[in-house]
């Protein structure tokens, strides 16, 4: 029986309208020139806000069904196969969306994967979030960055991006909707899960993983690689233990530095890579929404954002400044991975209802602007270190974190008092510029002093900067094979993910762990 056609619709609706569930189904059912009751189905393909005239509106793009709609449309749309006595293994390092969608990709392809995570559990994890953040104890294997769900896990759960062209979005949405989030993400420009909501879905990825015969480890610090030659057969954990497999995918994300510090120790082949560092800004929500918006009060409307760009000259030549990681209705959190350093992210819960907003306003960091010379490959990572340790120092040495008035840092002013805000540990008067040092705090005023021109009340005092926001991208790379994602030198290892230097976000270290196991399945059929 031949699937059914639907007719596709596309029209503007006040938010009260397009957030009303019967409004906008009888207007969507209008604008195809039907009445109630004449069509079987109503597909909502699309959903964005459209804020370039006077009035805010809403627009939706909808596929309208006459009759049956296909079943394809409802799911489930994945089923995965018993693994447990595959006779190809792979060997995933990292729990994050590359590691976990690596081996839900695998078990398609009928590999049974291993997947080892240096952190926790998410429902474990909490305690040492927790600790972080009322205590400011780091735990070195257990935190923000590291853990079930990698870094995105409790910070956000973002999942627009621009990779369109490394695989399919909306595959990795489907399987995300399919294990738990909801099916909004699948119709927002930008979808959005929400830190309170995303571990259960993680949690539900790790279950699939298990039922099909793969195996999920956690508390499992690689500190080795099993090297032969110049092909890699397993690592060796912390607690001593070798486990072997056909293949490796490395999936740390971008903060494993010991990592890095393992495979350039052990002669494998990294590079020094760009990477972006700066501070997070913080608003009160409404000042954001009254800006992007233009109306008094949000109403239905959710938490505007922004996204923000400008370029800079300075030493070096010209450098983008940029808005990155924008969390409408969200907190900061600490994102240190050891003691003696403050690092700071930012989370959104799935409401957005916090009176805070805030984003990370960063400026690129070039290969020119890092000490090469002295410290080779690792001179990105270096710098990292020496800022985020440079920020503990001098607010503290606790996870307390340096903070300046807006107006203040773009007058060279000491801050005589902070706002409040959603940081936990709290904030401390420390002038940025002798925490980033001149260049880079030259460069964020640049940016910071074009964005207060695009956006009226943004550049005050009613906003503060909290640093360091330097966990943007990791400053390494891991070179692969642009064909194979196999490192050109050794065999058996397929860098993979945000801590190769391949995403930047979960969607497309998803579809990066997608790719990495289609390329171990080429790989082991050869």
């Known amino acids: 029986m031949p699937t059914p056609s639907p007719q596709e619709v596309e029209l503007l609706l006040a938010p009260e ?37 006077r009035q805010p509106l809403v627009r939706l793009r909808a596929d309208i069904y006459r009759t049956t709609p296909p079943a394809e449309l409802f799911g489930p749309w994945f089923q995965f196969p018993d693994v447990s006595r595959a006779h190809r293994t792979v ?58 769900g990698g870094a995105g896990t409790y910070s956000d759960g973002k999942l627009y991006t621009r990779s369109t062209k490394r695989g ?22 930008h979808p959005h899960i929400g830190t309170n909501k995303l571990p259960a879905v993680v949690a539900a990825l790790r279950d699939s993983v298990r039922q099909a015969g793969g195996e999920v480890r956690f508390d499992t610090r690689v500190d080795d690689l099993v090297l032969t030659g110049n092909h890699l057969r397993g690592v060796v954990t912390a607690n001593g233990e ?58 239905l409307l959710p938490a505007a954002s922004y996204a923000l760009v400008h370029q800079t000259q300075g030493q070096g ?22 003691p003696g350093e403050v690092v700071v992210n930012g989370m959104s819960p799935s409401r957005r209802d916090s009176q805070y907003a805030n984003s990370g306003i960063v400026t690129a960091v070039e290969l020119e602007d890092m000490d090469v010379r002295q410290h080779g490959a690792l001179a990105g990572l270096r710098l990292q270190q020496q ?16 903070a300046q008035r807006l107006a203040d840092f773009l007058k060279g002013k000491i801050s005589v008092d902070l706002l409040e805000t959603s940081y936990q540990p709290g904030l401390v008067s420390v002038p940025m510029d002798k925490v980033l040092g001149k260049n880079l ?46 490192h050109p030198v050794v065999r058996g290892l397929f860098p993979c993910g945000e801590g190769a230097g391949y995403a930047g976000g979960i969607v497309s270290a998803a579809m990066d762990g997608e790719r990495c196991a289609e390329a171990v399945s080429g790989s082991l059929a050869l």
């Open 17 to 53: 309208q397009a957030y009303d569930e019967l409004t906008r189904y009888e207007a969507l059912l209008a604008a195809a020139g039907l009445r109630p009751g004449q069509a079987d189905f109503v597909h909502l393909r699309k959903r964005s806000i459209d804020a370039r005239g």
């Open 91 to 148: 060997l995933i390092v990292g729990a994050g969306p590359a590691g976990l969608f690596a081996a839900l990709r695998a078990i398609e392809l009928g590999i049974k994967p291993i997947v080892v995570e240096r952190g926790k559990d998410v429902r474990t994890r909490r305690r040492d979030l927790a600790a972080l953040n009322k205590q400011q104890l780091v735990n070195p294997d257990s935190n923000y960055c590291f853990g079930e």
């Open 168 to 189: 399919d979005v909306q595959r990795i949405l489907r399987l995300l909707v399919q294990h738990g989030a909801t099916p909004d993400i699948l119709v927002d420009a």
């Open 242 to 299: 070798e486990l072997l497999a056909d293949a490796v995918i490395l999936a740390t994300g971008h903060s494993a530095r010991d990592i890095y510090e393992l495979l350039h120790r052990r002669g494998v082949l990294v590079e020094a890579k760009p990477f972006a560092l700066g501070v997070r800004v913080e608003h009160q929500q409404q000042l954001i929404d009254r800006a992007q918006y233009r109306l008094p009060d949000r109403g």
């Open 317 to 338: 030549g010209q450098r983008g400044v940029f808005s990155f990681c924008m969390c409408p209705g969200g907190f900061i959190v600490p994102a240190a991975t050891a």
């Open 387 to 402: 800022i985020e340790q440079r920020a503990c120092q001098l607010a503290g040495n606790t996870q307390v974190a340096p």
């Open 441 to 486: 705090a030259g460069r964020l005023r640049q940016g910071f002093e074009n964005f207060g021109r695009k956006i009226p009340g943004y550049a005050t005092n009613a906003a503060q900067i909290v640093g360091v926001e330097s966990r943007t991208s990791s400053p390494v790379r891991i070179p692969r094979d642009r064909d194979t994602l196999q």
